[in-house]
């Protein structure tokens, strides 16, 4: 059963050159390396860009039969500055292909056999790809909300109604602090969490924090991870193969601890590189989980 990726994929424009992007198609390039089935949902534009992305997906392992081909919008691209290495502004171009995802019956069966269904909220900035997006929502059996909130493309009325939707959210510790402020909550880790998963009918929420690791609420009970010391070249990517990590772990039925620890490595591992999708094994996540 595969895991649907839904949403941007796009060139981060670096200092150093143009690399492979978006946090779906990240999620399903580490998902595939870490040796599940992985679907990416995308658009990109019927030029240069979009046809060296497709390549660069496919040359990945990935399929790209549910990538669309636009001929109205310009493949996406993103700015980024990497002037702190441990936090990365983002300028993002808008309107691109990726904003133009068009509904297909395929897409929903596609992601009613799917084991899980990843989205986020930046694939939701505009109309186009936002109703595909919750067209295909109700279809999916276990749905992933990758929280992601860029200035200025998101809503808060848009993110609640995904948070209603998911079964299991993961978001950094900015957002979370943003999101209970909406609601005049406390974002104490043990308290915003719980409250999350009550208010929202959540089974999981995951909150990571850089290099101090991760916290997970589950079951009634909060899991934290401690962050591993590494060096570190850019974080681009961390929080995507972080999910992937915690996913693979999830979905397989590991202790919650467990899933945290290997997604924590994962994250810390990514972050050792420069680029979102270095080539990674789990025996090298592992190995580096067994140092915390």
């Not at 500055?81 to 309107?95: A, F, L, M, S, T």
Request: net charge negative; with cysteine.
């Amino acid at each position: 059963m595969p895991i649907a990726c839904f949403g941007e994929m796009l060139w981060d424009v670096l200092p150093t050159g143009h690399q492979p992007g978006g946090a779906p198609l990240n999620v399903a390039v580490h998902l595939h390396q870490f040796g599940l089935v992985a679907q990416l949902i995308s658009r990109v534009g019927h030029d240069d860009l979009g046809a060296e992305l497709v390549a660069f997906v496919e040359g990945k392992g990935l399929d790209t039969a549910y990538v669309q081909r636009g001929e109205t919008h310009l493949t996406g691209v993103v700015k980024a500055n990497v002037g702190d290495r441990n936090e990365v502004v983002y300028k993002i171009v808008q309107p691109v292909a990726w904003d133009y995802i068009q509904y297909e019956l395929a897409l929903s069966t596609l992601v009613e056999a799917s084991e899980a269904f990843v989205f986020g909220s930046l694939a939701a900035r505009c109309p186009t790809t936002r109703e595909t997006l919750y067209r295909l929502l109700p279809a999916a059996p276990f749905k992933v909300f990758d929280v992601n909130l860029r200035a200025p493309h998101y809503s808060r009325d848009v993110v609640e109604y995904l948070l209603r939707q998911a079964n299991l959210v993961k978001m950094n510790h900015n957002e979370l602090a943003e999101v209970m402020g909406w609601f005049d909550a406390s974002a104490d880790e043990a308290t915003a969490l719980r409250w999350l998963a009550e208010h929202f009918q959540l089974q999981a929420v995951c909150v990571t924090k850089g290099a101090d690791g991760a916290v997970l609420w589950t079951g009634q009970q909060l899991y934290h991870s401690p962050g591993i010391a590494v060096t570190v070249q850019d974080t681009i990517g961390s929080g995507d193969a972080f999910l992937a990590a915690l996913l693979k772990g999830w979905l397989a039925g590991q202790a919650p601890a467990e899933c945290l620890a290997f997604a924590c490595a994962a994250g810390s591992l990514v972050a050792t590189y420069q680029g979102a999708t270095p080539a990674v094994s789990v025996a090298q996540v592992e190995a580096l989980a067994a140092l915390q």
